[in-house]
């Protein structure tokens, strides 16, 4: 994943800098500074990048001929839906049937 990458794909699941950094576990700086392509992360931070922005509904394209690019993984229609679903809450109980 490049920088360029990371900004496009924090843009299509619609996060903040501050957003990403947190569900990374990154600090905000960091995610600036590879954005601008002003510094490169560790290959451990950059891993943590990615891993988030995938759970948050981006899919990275390797490069295939075209080049590389991200696209959502899921319609934005899906993206809500998960997320309205994820934050319903409940009781939480085992989904073992005797």
Same mark, same amino acid.
């Not at 957003?19 to 960091?30: E, H, M, P, Y």
């Given at each position: 994943?490049?920088?360029?990458?990371?900004?496009?794909?924090?843009?299509?699941?619609?996060?903040?800098?501050?957003?990403?950094?947190?569900? +990374?576990?990154?600090?905000?700086?960091?995610?600036? *500074?590879?954005?601008?392509?002003?510094?490169?992360?560790? +290959?451990?931070? !950059?891993?943590?990048?990615? !891993?988030?922005?995938?759970?948050?509904? +981006?899919?990275?394209?390797?490069?295939?001929?075209?080049?590389?690019?991200?696209?959502?993984?899921?319609?934005? *229609?899906?993206? !809500?839906?998960?997320?309205?679903?994820?934050?319903?809450?409940?009781?939480? *109980?085992?989904?073992?049937?005797?």
């Amino acid at each position: 994943m490049t920088g360029p990458q990371c900004r496009a794909a924090r843009a299509l699941v619609e996060w903040t800098r501050e957003l990403l950094a947190q569900n +990374a576990g990154v600090d905000i700086a960091l995610v600036e *500074a590879f954005e601008r392509k002003l510094e490169e992360p560790s +290959a451990g931070d !950059r891993r943590k990048l990615e !891993r988030a922005l995938v759970a948050g509904g +981006a899919l990275f394209i390797p490069e295939n001929g075209g080049g590389v690019g991200v696209r959502l993984k899921f319609s934005r *229609a899906d993206v !809500r839906r998960i997320a309205t679903l994820e934050g319903e809450g409940g009781a939480v *109980a085992s989904d073992d049937v005797p």
